[in-house]
């Protein structure tokens, strides 16, 4: 049974703090919620801090459609097709016509993008019908996106930015949420806070997967912490793999750009073959998804463990130039990519699914909102185009950031309602080696619901996550890794589930037994836990 809460708490016992809005997460999409909470008392929460997130290691850098011959609606049937035809068209029309404005707005608040000359320079990406992304510092996007937002929120006094500080559940009575339980990581120690708008901006979960380009605390913690009081996941079987990552011995998986292929590099095998030739038109600039099936089924042929981008085409002082990052990163243990060929393969990336909200940020629990890529608003379908996840924090960390100010003025004064006691059900259970049981989560996603899946290894990873499901909520952690073990787990049988339910292949979700997209399956599915417990109970 998926609980209520992981931890027994007693809000007379607890230190507690009162603010209007409670943000948890501080990249792109929290930090531009936030700029719309000016004048009021709003607290930024995060589970370590603002450089250790998703937006700040992103490289790439954000799409937008900002000069004809392009234009929002281009952008927009690039990201349809890229989604294949799964996007809610309405979000995604809001994500490119509000994207052009945000974008400017974000270069008037000082993020410098680079320029070529006078004129900011676009790369193109896979499945982008023009070159339309923007990128800063070469490759080092991110890191400018948030020094421009921490400077912005910087000059709004009622902001606090707190890290180190791991939200543990959603304090919630009635399907209502009044706020957040917290362990302060620093003291050791648990803590409330109350607010009257919880905005949800957390980052995605790449951290269930074995090999991911996610920082180590991403581990999906608020899907799983949203699902527990009611809330609806939706897209879950569709979970994006990125191409090219590092891969070589006792390195962490690094990211290598989508925009290094943008801007010429290629794709070859063991035996120096340019493959990508024998699967798309666009070759290394097919979407994704294809990228990623293309390199596995090549390690296959031709058994080999990695495929290498080659960037040695390019001219050296470029490379050195618009990835100073990359070029830096590879040095360090060796590699010179003016030089060398670099050993990649595809690792897991970004979450198009996640908490169900509407064009608003609004969840379906009241009071709680949630946006960028710990939402699911629909934008991105069946598989994100290239560039657009950046965008769509600071197109809907907007919305979420108006809506919940909007809805704070309507309320009364003192709106910070009592919170209950919970007791979590003493069980006894035996001990657990939570760390056994994280590894043993990471390589069955990878393995069982990767990059390619069918029913076998579907059904097998459903009969693994219920054996563990008998054991893994008996204890009570004080712990975060065992908090954050109990919301991978979640989130593991939640795209599991729908993984097996989906019988169709359709973007970044490939089932080896149904190779073929299905008309009957032109749906989103979505699920919230009394699903899965009334499914547990019928067992
Ligand atoms: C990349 O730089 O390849 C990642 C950007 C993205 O995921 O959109």
Redesign the pocket.
Known sequence: MIPEYLVSFSPDALPSEEVDCLIIGCGIAGLRAAVELDGLKVLIACKNDPFDGCTYH???GIAAALLPPDSPEIHFSDTINAGCFLNDEEATRILVNEGVERVKELIDWGCKFDKKGKNLDFTKEAAHSFPRILHARGDATGKEIIHALLTKIGQIPGIILRGKFFLIDLVCEDETVKGGLFYDIASESLLIVKAKKIIVASGGSGQIYQETTNPVTITGDLQAAAFRKGALLGDMEFYQF?PTTLYMAGVPRF?I???VRGEGAILVNIYGERFMRNYHPDMELAPRDVVSRAIVCEMRRTNSNCVYLDMRKLKSDFIISRFPQIYNFCLKYGLDITKDLIPVRPSA??AMGGIVTDIFGKTILENLFACGEVACTGVHGANRL??N?LLEGLVFGARAGKKARDEISTMKKDSHSKISSFRVKKHNGPFIDIYDLQRSIKSLMWRNVGIERDAGSLGEAMQKLDAWGKYIFLNEFFSPTGWEVQNMFILSLVMTHAALSRQESRGAHFRKDFPEPNEKWKKRQMFNKHFFNSLKERK
């Open positions: 992103a490289q790439g990125h990211l750009s989508e925009s990336h970004y290239a560039s996840s």
